[in-house]
């Protein structure tokens, strides 16, 4: 039975991140499982189609909707053979879930075959699509990853098998220097992995008997016999033949810009992210969160998963007892996911489910890791105050999100985002039925990562006027 749970609240109204890749050389002699099991571990990362695309100086590619489990099942892999290969997971962003955008992307150029795995989002790659389309060029995909590898085929001219690692650094350097990329290739016999100079997205790679692997997360390596694992620095990449894997630099390191947001929410909490362990973080923000709170509660209560590190960390620092008084329901299959906003609703009705116990006459201190919408919040307090909660309090260990994306997270326009239209933690209690709400500040964010290195944007209020958001009804409404 297959479920979504990988990383359940992604059905819920949580933000999305575009993918996880793995990919690499497997000395066995076929690198299809070892890929599939990589992806199975980041299927957090994206639930909307995965693919694989594998081989020797030829490669097979498969790719569906879907989950990894459905859209790579082992009647769909058995014709994919040999050593090398990438593989990737993909999260859809608003109208581009069609199944062409699944990927890998395979090529034929010059006789010779290669795949490439995107995470991130280069914001120049439609310009560039442009320039090429004004010479005739045409694109299968509406993605900018098909961009990125026609920029490679464009600049290099030769075929792929003497692509030199340095020679597809300098054109993904060249244009998309501030772009959101971990990318791998698969070329003949080789595979080829890049982390963009300002560091946006997270890029490992791992030496094991297997072989030798990249991935987007270092928990995707789990259950390899894993020798080292190292994690790629902005600017740099990796090359992997059958004699092992070296670490290059590409591009001169430019200023760090890792987005919060991967320790927040996207990152598995049990992975290494930029230099920090993922649960540990969410604890920490929790506990900071605490130091600033005041409420007297009865108990702490996580929205189930996301919540639940922040609130162990706000108990601890607070002492107020900690209960998993919402449970998710694991079962609740993938056919309830819709992106509206009534079966978003209806689907926490589905999923959570409540200790009545645990609530009825409590004062209930609510946790999160960010509010988006407001939308899912709204029904489980609802759902909590019906339980016969005294008071629910929610909080939140990130800072109110105010700002979209430009590097490959799914964001909301501002018109939708609660904090955006409604601005202070009073008005928004008041839009979800909460008696009060209270953030992490943008301030204890910067003072647990640091005042540099570290992308905020989205907790940045927009500055220009037409991107304001024009009323304050739509929210919640739409
Ligand atoms: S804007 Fe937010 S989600 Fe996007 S990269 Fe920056 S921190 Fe991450």
Not at 185 to 202: N, T
Not at 310 to 323: D, E, N, T, V
């Given at each position: 039975m297959l479920t979504e749970d990988f990383h359940p609240d992604t059905t819920l109204d949580k933000l999305g991140e575009e993918c996880g890749i793995f990919g690499g050389f497997a000395?066995?002699?076929?690198?299809k499982e070892i890929i599939r099991k990589g992806l199975f571990k980041l299927q957090h990362r994206g639930q909307e189609s995965a693919g694989i695309s594998c081989g020797e100086e030829t490669q097979t590619l498969v790719k569906a909707k879907g989950l990894v489990m459905q859209a790579l099942e082992d009647s769909a892999i058995e014709k994919a053979e040999g050593r090398f290969g990438v593989g990737h997971v993909r999260y859809s962003t608003q109208g581009g879930s069609?199944?062409?955008?699944?990927?890998p992307y395979l090529i034929r150029y010059m006789n010779e075959h290669v795949a490439i795995a995107h995470n991130g989002n280069v914001e120049k790659a439609m310009k560039i699509r442009e320039k090429f389309e004004k010479i005739g060029e045409v694109f299968?995909?509406?993605?900018?990853s098909e961009v990125l590898l026609k920029r490679i085929v464009f600049g290099l001219k030769?075929?792929?098998?003497?692509?030199t690692f340095e020679e597809i650094g300098t054109c993904l350097g060249d244009d998309f220097s501030n772009g959101a990329f971990s990318l791998a290739l698969a070329l003949p016999k080789r595979v080829v992995a890049y982390r963009d100079p300002v560091g946006y997205r997270p890029l490992f790679v791992c030496e094991a008997k297997e072989g030798c692997f990249i991935a987007?997360?270092?928990?995707?390596?789990?259950?390899l016999n894993i020798e080292k694992v190292i994690e790629i620095m902005p600017g740099e990449g990796v090359e992997i033949t059958e004699n092992g894997y070296c670490i290059k630099r590409f591009y001169g390191q430019k200023k760090e810009c890792k987005c919060v947001f991967e320790h927040i929410?996207?990152?598995?909490?049990?992975s290494n992210i930029f230099g920090r362990n993922v649960y540990m973080t969410r604890v920490e923000l929790g506990k900071t969160l605490a130091e600033t709170d005041s409420i007297d509660a009865d108990i702490v209560v996580p929205v189930v998963d996301s919540g639940i590190a922040a609130a162990i960390g706000y108990a601890q620092k607070s002492g107020i007892p900690f209960h998993t008084g919402l449970i998710r329901n694991?079962?609740?299959?993938?056919?309830?996911?819709?992106?509206?906003q009534e079966t978003r609703v209806n689907k926490v009705r589905e999923k959570l489910l409540i200790v009545r116990p645990l609530i009825e006459g409590k004062k209930v201190l609510l946790i999160d890791d960010s509010l988006v919408r407001g939308t899912t919040s709204k029904e489980i307090v609802t759902m909590l105050k019906k339980a016969g909660a005294k008071e629910v309090h929610f909080r939140l260990s990130?800072?109110?999100?105010?700002n979209t994306c430009l590097w490959g997270v799914d964001i909301p326009t501002t018109q939708e985002l609660i904090a955006a239209v409604y601005k202070e933690e009073k008005e928004i209690a008041k839009a979800i039925g909460a008696d009060s709400v209270k953030y992490l500040t943008l301030q204890s964010l910067k003072d647990t990562f640091g005042?540099?290195?570290?992308?905020?944007r989205c907790f940045e209020a927009q500055k220009t006027k037409d991107e304001n958001?024009?009323?304050?009804?739509?929210a919640l409404t739409k």
């Amino acid at each position: 039975m297959l479920t979504e749970d990988f990383h359940p609240d992604t059905t819920l109204d949580k933000l999305g991140e575009e993918c996880g890749i793995f990919g690499g050389f497997a000395r066995s002699g076929n690198v299809k499982e070892i890929i599939r099991k990589g992806l199975f571990k980041l299927q957090h990362r994206g639930q909307e189609s995965a693919g694989i695309s594998c081989g020797e100086e030829t490669q097979t590619l498969v790719k569906a909707k879907g989950l990894v489990m459905q859209a790579l099942e082992d009647s769909a892999i058995e014709k994919a053979e040999g050593r090398f290969g990438v593989g990737h997971v993909r999260y859809s962003t608003q109208g581009g879930s069609s199944a062409v955008n699944a990927q890998p992307y395979l090529i034929r150029y010059m006789n010779e075959h290669v795949a490439i795995a995107h995470n991130g989002n280069v914001e120049k790659a439609m310009k560039i699509r442009e320039k090429f389309e004004k010479i005739g060029e045409v694109f299968i995909t509406n993605s900018d990853s098909e961009v990125l590898l026609k920029r490679i085929v464009f600049g290099l001219k030769k075929p792929p098998s003497q692509w030199t690692f340095e020679e597809i650094g300098t054109c993904l350097g060249d244009d998309f220097s501030n772009g959101a990329f971990s990318l791998a290739l698969a070329l003949p016999k080789r595979v080829v992995a890049y982390r963009d100079p300002v560091g946006y997205r997270p890029l490992f790679v791992c030496e094991a008997k297997e072989g030798c692997f990249i991935a987007s997360e270092d928990i995707a390596f789990t259950g390899l016999n894993i020798e080292k694992v190292i994690e790629i620095m902005p600017g740099e990449g990796v090359e992997i033949t059958e004699n092992g894997y070296c670490i290059k630099r590409f591009y001169g390191q430019k200023k760090e810009c890792k987005c919060v947001f991967e320790h927040i929410y996207f990152s598995h909490p049990a992975s290494n992210i930029f230099g920090r362990n993922v649960y540990m973080t969410r604890v920490e923000l929790g506990k900071t969160l605490a130091e600033t709170d005041s409420i007297d509660a009865d108990i702490v209560v996580p929205v189930v998963d996301s919540g639940i590190a922040a609130a162990i960390g706000y108990a601890q620092k607070s002492g107020i007892p900690f209960h998993t008084g919402l449970i998710r329901n694991h079962w609740v299959g993938r056919s309830f996911i819709s992106p509206t906003q009534e079966t978003r609703v209806n689907k926490v009705r589905e999923k959570l489910l409540i200790v009545r116990p645990l609530i009825e006459g409590k004062k209930v201190l609510l946790i999160d890791d960010s509010l988006v919408r407001g939308t899912t919040s709204k029904e489980i307090v609802t759902m909590l105050k019906k339980a016969g909660a005294k008071e629910v309090h929610f909080r939140l260990s990130s800072p109110m999100l105010l700002n979209t994306c430009l590097w490959g997270v799914d964001i909301p326009t501002t018109q939708e985002l609660i904090a955006a239209v409604y601005k202070e933690e009073k008005e928004i209690a008041k839009a979800i039925g909460a008696d009060s709400v209270k953030y992490l500040t943008l301030q204890s964010l910067k003072d647990t990562f640091g005042q540099t290195g570290w992308c905020y944007r989205c907790f940045e209020a927009q500055k220009t006027k037409d991107e304001n958001p024009q009323s304050k009804t739509l929210a919640l409404t739409k």
